[in-house]
Nanobody
Protein backbone atom coordinates (compact mmCIF):
# COMPACT_ATOMS: atom_id res chain seq x y z
CA UNK A 1 0.00 0.00 0.00
CA UNK A 2 1.31 3.42 -0.94
CA UNK A 3 -0.04 6.91 -0.37
CA UNK A 4 1.77 9.75 -2.13
CA UNK A 5 0.92 13.37 -1.41
CA UNK A 6 1.62 16.23 -3.80
CA UNK A 7 0.66 19.85 -4.36
CA UNK A 8 2.35 21.50 -1.40
CA UNK A 9 4.41 24.65 -1.71
CA UNK A 10 4.81 28.27 -0.69
CA UNK A 11 1.81 30.59 -0.88
CA UNK A 12 0.92 34.02 0.46
CA UNK A 13 -1.71 34.45 3.14
CA UNK A 14 -5.16 34.50 1.58
CA UNK A 15 -4.10 32.25 -1.26
CA UNK A 16 -5.12 28.71 -2.18
CA UNK A 17 -3.50 25.34 -2.70
CA UNK A 18 -4.86 21.98 -3.74
CA UNK A 19 -3.24 18.88 -2.29
CA UNK A 20 -3.64 15.45 -3.85
CA UNK A 21 -3.06 11.98 -2.43
CA UNK A 22 -2.51 9.19 -4.94
CA UNK A 23 -3.34 5.81 -3.42
CA UNK A 24 -2.22 2.39 -4.61
CA UNK A 25 -2.66 -1.06 -3.12
CA UNK A 26 -6.11 -0.37 -1.69
CA UNK A 27 -9.35 0.94 -3.18
CA UNK A 28 -10.34 4.16 -1.45
CA UNK A 29 -14.05 3.48 -1.94
CA UNK A 30 -13.60 0.75 0.69
CA UNK A 31 -11.69 2.92 3.17
CA UNK A 32 -12.24 6.08 5.20
CA UNK A 33 -9.63 8.68 4.29
CA UNK A 34 -8.23 11.66 6.15
CA UNK A 35 -5.85 14.59 5.95
CA UNK A 36 -3.73 15.56 8.93
CA UNK A 37 -1.00 18.12 9.48
CA UNK A 38 1.97 18.50 11.77
CA UNK A 39 4.08 21.52 12.67
CA UNK A 40 7.48 21.33 14.39
CA UNK A 41 7.08 20.55 18.07
CA UNK A 42 3.36 19.82 17.77
CA UNK A 43 1.31 16.66 17.58
CA UNK A 44 -0.24 15.54 14.32
CA UNK A 45 -3.57 17.34 13.97
CA UNK A 46 -6.74 16.18 12.22
CA UNK A 47 -7.69 18.43 9.29
CA UNK A 48 -10.40 16.67 7.27
CA UNK A 49 -11.95 13.26 6.74
CA UNK A 50 -14.18 11.61 4.18
CA UNK A 51 -16.23 8.47 4.65
CA UNK A 52 -15.75 5.57 2.20
CA UNK A 53 -18.86 6.43 0.14
CA UNK A 54 -17.74 10.03 -0.27
CA UNK A 55 -21.08 11.24 1.05
CA UNK A 56 -19.97 12.32 4.50
CA UNK A 57 -17.13 14.60 5.49
CA UNK A 58 -15.86 16.23 8.66
CA UNK A 59 -13.33 18.98 9.38
CA UNK A 60 -11.16 20.28 12.15
CA UNK A 61 -12.48 23.45 13.76
CA UNK A 62 -9.57 25.55 12.55
CA UNK A 63 -10.23 24.81 8.86
CA UNK A 64 -14.03 24.66 8.68
CA UNK A 65 -15.37 26.81 5.87
CA UNK A 66 -11.93 27.15 4.25
CA UNK A 67 -10.86 23.59 3.37
CA UNK A 68 -12.71 20.94 1.40
CA UNK A 69 -11.94 17.22 1.07
CA UNK A 70 -13.03 15.16 -1.92
CA UNK A 71 -12.38 11.81 -3.55
CA UNK A 72 -12.01 10.62 -7.13
CA UNK A 73 -12.74 6.90 -7.12
CA UNK A 74 -11.84 6.48 -10.77
CA UNK A 75 -8.35 7.84 -10.11
CA UNK A 76 -8.15 6.44 -6.56
CA UNK A 77 -7.12 9.84 -5.23
CA UNK A 78 -8.10 12.09 -2.35
CA UNK A 79 -7.85 15.87 -2.64
CA UNK A 80 -7.75 18.70 -0.12
CA UNK A 81 -8.71 22.11 -1.46
CA UNK A 82 -7.35 24.81 0.84
CA UNK A 83 -8.63 28.37 0.49
CA UNK A 84 -8.06 31.56 2.48
CA UNK A 85 -4.81 30.16 3.79
CA UNK A 86 -3.30 31.60 6.96
CA UNK A 87 0.29 31.51 8.27
CA UNK A 88 -0.90 29.15 11.02
CA UNK A 89 -1.81 26.60 8.32
CA UNK A 90 1.92 26.11 7.72
CA UNK A 91 2.73 22.44 8.34
CA UNK A 92 3.55 19.14 6.72
CA UNK A 93 0.28 17.67 5.45
CA UNK A 94 -0.27 13.91 5.53
CA UNK A 95 -2.84 11.69 3.88
CA UNK A 96 -4.04 8.62 5.78
CA UNK A 97 -6.31 5.61 5.30
CA UNK A 98 -8.26 3.88 8.03
CA UNK A 99 -10.32 0.70 8.07
CA UNK A 100 -12.07 1.94 11.21
CA UNK A 101 -15.77 2.65 11.26
CA UNK A 102 -17.00 6.19 10.61
CA UNK A 103 -15.15 9.48 10.30
CA UNK A 104 -12.17 9.07 12.57
CA UNK A 105 -9.97 11.87 13.90
CA UNK A 106 -7.52 9.78 15.94
CA UNK A 107 -4.14 9.25 14.29
CA UNK A 108 -3.79 5.89 16.06
CA UNK A 109 -6.74 4.52 14.09
CA UNK A 110 -5.09 5.03 10.71
CA UNK A 111 -3.53 2.00 9.03
CA UNK A 112 -1.55 3.72 6.31
CA UNK A 113 0.15 7.11 5.86
CA UNK A 114 1.86 9.02 3.11
CA UNK A 115 5.23 10.70 3.45
CA UNK A 116 3.76 14.19 3.67
CA UNK A 117 3.96 17.41 1.66
CA UNK A 118 5.11 20.77 3.01
CA UNK A 119 2.75 23.73 2.96
CA UNK A 120 4.17 27.12 3.87
CA UNK A 121 1.97 30.22 4.12
CA UNK A 122 3.77 33.55 4.27
CA UNK A 123 2.29 36.58 5.99
Amino acid sequence: VQLVESGGGLVEAGGSLRLSCAVSGITISNWNMGWFRQSPGKEREFVAGVEWSGRYTTYGDSVKGRFSISTDNAMNTVALQMNSLKPEDTAVYYCGATSGYGLIKRTSAYNYWGQGTQVTVSS
